[in-house]
């Protein structure tokens, strides 16, 4: 029996979809600088820098903005391509999913808790100085939302892996 794009679940389809919005987020602003509590010489001069100098992408930032969804890709990928696969689903595909989610989003939490870490100590210090905050962008709350759904979806799964083996249990 080989690979059917009909024998996959809404349940892999939506762990694959959840893996590429999350690589779709990406070249979204992940990094955000901004100067609301600065004084107004530091707004204008933001003004007159460039954009990727105040706003980073995930692929301009560090590891824990690009690598996070690039690991929910694959993990969407393997969950469809071998979720047809009896021998994986029972060995603990569903399993897998759920420890490859959750440590996506743990990836996602260290990135964020570290997200000032992208600059080094003296730029940190005197953006500091400066009344400049560096916050996360629309792009690490999408893929973070992502990241979260796959996890959801991944228990969703888990759950119904256990209710085909009853059942089938009870059929022998």
């Known amino acids: ?30 990094t955000v600088l901004s100067a609301d509590t600065a004084t107004s010489d530091v707004r204008d001069a933001f003004g007159t820098l460039p954009h990727s100098d105040v706003v980073r992408t995930a692929w301009h930032s560090d590891l824990f903005s690009w690598g996070p969804p690039l690991l929910l890709a694959v993990v969407g990928l393997a969950v469809v391509l071998f979720g047809q696969v009896s021998k994986a689903r029972v060995s603990g595909l569903p399993q897998l999913w759920l420890v490859g989610g959750l440590a996506t989003v743990l990836l996602m939490v260290i990135g964020w808790t570290t997200l000032d870490w992208v600059f080094d100590t003296d730029q940190r210090a ?24 796959s996890v959801v979806v991944a228990i969703v799964d888990i759950r119904a892996a256990r209710a085909e083996s009853r059942a089938s249990r009870r059929r022998r």
Not at 6 to 26: C, D, H, I, K, Q
Request: aromatic content about 12%; hydrophobic content about 55%.
């Open 1 to 30: 029996m080989g690979f059917s794009l009909r024998r996959v679940t809404w349940r892999e389809w939506l762990g694959l979809a959840a893996g590429l919005l999350a690589v779709g987020s990406t070249p979204l602003p992940w």
């Open 126 to 149: 005197f953006l500091d100085a400066a009344g400049v905050s560096i916050s996360g962008g629309i792009g690490r709350y999408l893929g973070m939302v992502f990241a979260v759904g």
